[in-house]
T-cell receptor
Framework: DQQVKQNSPSLSVQEGRISILNCDYTNSMFDYFLWYKKYPAEGPTFLISISSIKDKNEDGRFTVFLNKSAKHLSLHIVPSQPGDSAVYFCAASAGNTDKLIFGTGTRLQVFP | ETGVTQTPRHLVMGMTNKKSLKCEQHLGHNAMYWYKQSAKKPLELMFVYNFKEQTENNSVPSRFSPECPNSSHLFLHLHTLQPEDSALYLC???????????FGPGTRLTVL
């Protein structure tokens, strides 16, 4: 059973517009969520995180929103840039020492 | 060298071969991880070492054998693999187990 789900395998957005990547989870014990970005032939790079005590965390062009009641989080990128084209993984963990559970990823393509 | 490095970047091996993947981190971290990434699947955690002690083996077949001689180095010894073991193998490290992880570029393994 997949505890972290990214239901959109791909997303295409025009440069300058907003990209919204979604992630759903089933385990109510998850209290820490992360987004990773992965370019081809490279390992994932940590992007932004949020703990369950917050519902929003912002870092430059990247904002993560957490809706605990819906068990849903989203990553907003605005404005989107061609260099943002990559695969984005959502991950979750429960407690400080538990392992990260990853989603299957969403491939974002930002076109000019 | 900085960050997390992995060698080789690409490996092709037969089912009867014995090979090893190497991971080295230059971040002063104490936890190291092996992940497997197959197409259209979430990243799968394989092994975790915290302060050189194996703390997690995620039901990985014995044909994969990890070794962590010190906090900076992690090996994955491969023996009699199957074609379905072909995947991208990623190494990661974190300050301690449960902290944000930094990933290496991965080794793309093809088993013929």
């Amino acid at each position: 059973d997949q505890q972290v789900k990214q239901n959109s395998p791909s997303l295409s957005v025009q440069e300058g517009r907003i990209s919204i990547l979604n992630c759903d989870y089933t385990n109510s014990m998850f209290d820490y969520f992360l987004w990773y970005k992965k370019y081809p032939a490279e390992g994932p790079t940590f992007l932004i995180s949020i703990s369950s005590i917050k519902d929003k965390n912002e870092d430059g062009r990247f904002t993560v929103f957490l809706n605990k009641s819906a068990k849903h989080l989203s990553l907003h990128i605005v404005p989107s840039q061609p260099g943002d084209s990559a695969v984005y993984f959502c991950a979750a963990s429960a407690g400080n020492t538990d392992k990260l559970i990853f989603g299957t990823g969403t491939r974002l393509q930002v076109f000019p | 060298e900085t960050g997390v490095t992995q060698t080789p970047r690409h490996l092709v091996m037969g089912m009867t071969n014995k090979k090893s993947l190497k991971c080295e981190q230059h971040l002063g971290h104490n936890a190291m991880y092996w992940y497997k990434q197959s197409a259209k699947k979430p990243l799968e955690l394989m092994f975790v070492y915290n302060f050189k002690e194996q703390t997690e083996n995620n039901s990985v077949p014995s044909r994969f054998s990890p070794e962590c001689p010190n906090s900076s180095h992690l090996f994955l010894h491969l023996h009699t693999l199957q074609p379905e073991d072909s995947a991208l193998y990623l190494c990661a490290s974190s300050q301690v187990q449960g902290d944000e992880q930094f990933f290496g570029p991965g080794t793309r393994l093809t088993v013929l």
